[in-house]
C-alpha cells in the first residue's frame, strides 16, 4: 500500500494502520513518526513481547528504515489505592 | 461500607498469562466487586479471552464486565462472553445486575457505549446511512443504560461503561479523537436515569477524575491511566480515608 514516493505522513499513518490490523498486536495507540530513514515509535504496550513484536512488524513493513523503539511496557506499578466517595 | 473495585483496559494477550491473577487473589480483602470497564483482550481473539478468563477464576469477589471495542474486533464477542460467563463474570450491555455485600445492595447498569463526541462539537444523526447509524448506535446504547440504571433498586448505583460520557476523563488524549473516545449521549442518560458513580476505561492518555454535567463523579479507570491493578472506590462510613492504600485497616479497628 506505501508507495515509495509517499510523503512520510502517509507512510506513518500506514505503519499505524497496520498496527491497529494486525492480529498479533492489535495497537491503536502508537506514535509513529518518520524522521529521514528513522521510524520513531512511542507509547505504552501491555507486554514485553508487544513492544518486541510492534518492533519486528515497523521493520518488516519499512525494511531501509532504522527502527527507534521507544515503546513503554505497562507496569502495574501503583499500590492499589482507595477514594472515599461519600 | 460498600467497597468497589475497578479497572478496565487490561488487554489480555497470551503474553499477558499470569500477570493479572496474582493481583485477584487478594482482592476480597479490599473490595466487594470488581467490576471491569471494557477492552479486556487484546484483538478480541477467543484465545485471548480464554487466557482471560483463566486469570479472572482467581477474582474472589462478584466480578461484572462490559465489553470493549477491542473485544468486539475479532467477531467473537457472544463467545467471550460465554467465556466470561462459564468463570462467573456478568457480563452487562444494555442492563443491570445487583450484589449484596454486607447488608448493602450495590446496583450496576453497563453498556460499551460508543462515541460521537460531546456538546457542542458532536456528530449528529443526519446524513449519509453511515453517519446517522453511527449516532444511532450511541443514542440506542444510552437509552437501554437509563432505563437499566432507573430500574436499579440499590443503596448505589454505578454505571458502567468503556466510552466516556465526558471530556474531562479524556484530558490528556489528543482534542481531535474525542469524538471517537465517548458521547455526551452517555452522560445525558447517566443524568437522566440516576448514579452514584461512573466508571469507564477507553481512553489511555486520559485523566481519571471528573463529574457530569449534573455532578455525579465520574473515573476513568483504564489501567494505563490508573497504573495499579485496580481502583476501589468506597462508599459510606468507616473504613478508609480519602486517597488511602487500599486494605489498610478503619481507623480505631
Known amino acids: 500500500m506505501t508507495q515509495p514516493t509517499d510523503p512520510p505522513q502517509y507512510v506513518a499513518e500506514h505503519i499505524r494502520t497496520a498496527l491497529a490490523s494486525d492480529r498479533r498486536v ?5 506514535g509513529v513518526k518518520i524522521v529521514g530513514n528513522r521510524v520513531q515509535l512511542s507509547g505504552v504496550v501491555a507486554t514485553p513481547d508487544r ?8 521493520h518488516q ?13 505497562q507496569e502495574i506499578a501503583e499500590a492499589n489505592r482507595a477514594e472515599r466517595l461519600r | 461500607m460498600i467497597r468497589i473495585a475497578a479497572v478496565g483496559d487490561i488487554h489480555m494477550g497470551h503474553d499477558s498469562r499470569g ?5 485477584l487473589r487478594n482482592l ?11 477492552d479486556l483482550t487484546r484483538g478480541g481473539g477467543v484465545d485471548e ?23 468486539y474486533h475479532g467477531d467473537a464477542a457472544t463467545k467471550i462472553e460465554e467465556l466470561l460467563t462459564e468463570v462467573g463474570v456478568r457480563v452487562l450491555e444494555g442492563n443491570g445486575t445487583v450484589v449484596e455485600a454486607g447488608g448493602a445492595r450495590i446496583g450496576i447498569a453497563g453498556t460499551k457505549g460508543f462515541g460521537g463526541g460531546f456538546a457542542g462539537a458532536c456528530g449528529s444523526d443526519f446524513g449519509e446511512p453511515e453517519m446517522k447509524a453511527f449516532i444511532r448506535h450511541t443514542q440506542l446504547l444510552a437509552d437501554r443504560l437509563q432505563q437499566a440504571l432507573a430500574d436499579l433498586r440499590a443503596d448505589v448505583r454505578v454505571a458502567l461503561l468503556h466510552y466516556s460520557p465526558i471530556p474531562a476523563t479524556l484530558q490528556g488524549e489528543r482534542l481531535e479523537i474525542y469524538p471517537f473516545l465517548g458521547s455526551y449521549l452517555l452522560a445525558e442518560a447517566i443524568d437522566r436515569g440516576g448514579a452514584d458513580l461512573v466508571v469507564h476505561g477507553h481512553a ?3 485523566s481519571e477524575r471528573g463529574v ?13 491511566v490508573i497504573r495499579s491493578a485496580y481502583r476501589v472506590y468506597c462508599f459510606g462510613d468507616g473504613g478508609l480515608a480519602c486517597d488511602e492504600p487500599a486494605g489498610a485497616p478503619a481507623p480505631g479497628a
Open chain 1, 26 to 30: 492489535s495497537e491503536l495507540g502508537i
Open chain 2, 204 to 206: 489511555h492518555g486520559g
Open chain 1, 51 to 58: 513492544r518486541a513484536l510492534v518492533g519486528e512488524i515497523v
Open chain 2, 19 to 23: 500477570l493479572w491473577a496474582p493481583h
Open chain 2, 28 to 38: 476480597a480483602r479490599e473490595a466487594d466487586v470488581l467490576l471491569l470497564a471494557g
Open chain 2, 212 to 224: 457530569t454535567p449534573a455532578g455525579i463523579r465520574v473515573r476513568n479507570v483504564a489501567q494505563p
Open chain 2, 49 to 71: 479471552a480464554e487466557v482471560l478468563a483463566e486469570e479472572l477464576r482467581e477474582a474472589t469477589v462478584p466480578t461484572i464486565a462490559v465489553l470493549g471495542n477491542h473485544d
Open chain 1, 61 to 73: 513493513l519499512l525494511p531501509d528504515h532504522e527502527v527507534q523503539n521507544d515503546l513503554v511496557v
